[in-house]
């Protein structure tokens, strides 16, 4: 039985995960908005983020599995994280720089 969802369920994730990379360049051009001539440090910033959430998220899915109850489990904190994201992201003002 799990066979027969596993088409729709690997177009459905690799729908997402193309959806999210359109998102870099807004991700990149804030960086410059707000860093101005310190755009690198800003930038490293971002994306250590980004890896340290990439380094988490294997483990946080485990524990949401076993403990939040099946495989809808990590995709709900998953999704939660991108809505919580998205709410950061718009209280950003990329007229305020962050050293200048």
Known sequence: MLRTHALPAIL???LAVALVMFTLGAAWGM???IGGHHT?????TMNTAGNTGAIF????????????????APLLV???FFLLGAVCWC???PRDRVFD
């Open 78 to 80: 998953i999704g939660g």
């Open 91 to 93: 209280l950003i003002d």
């Open 57 to 72: 998220s294997p483990i946080i899915a485990i524990y949401a599995k076993n403990h939040l109850g099946g495989w809808n």
């Open 40 to 44: 690198g440090v800003v930038s490293a």
């Open 31 to 33: 960086c410059m908005d």
């Open 12 to 14: 459905a994730l690799s």
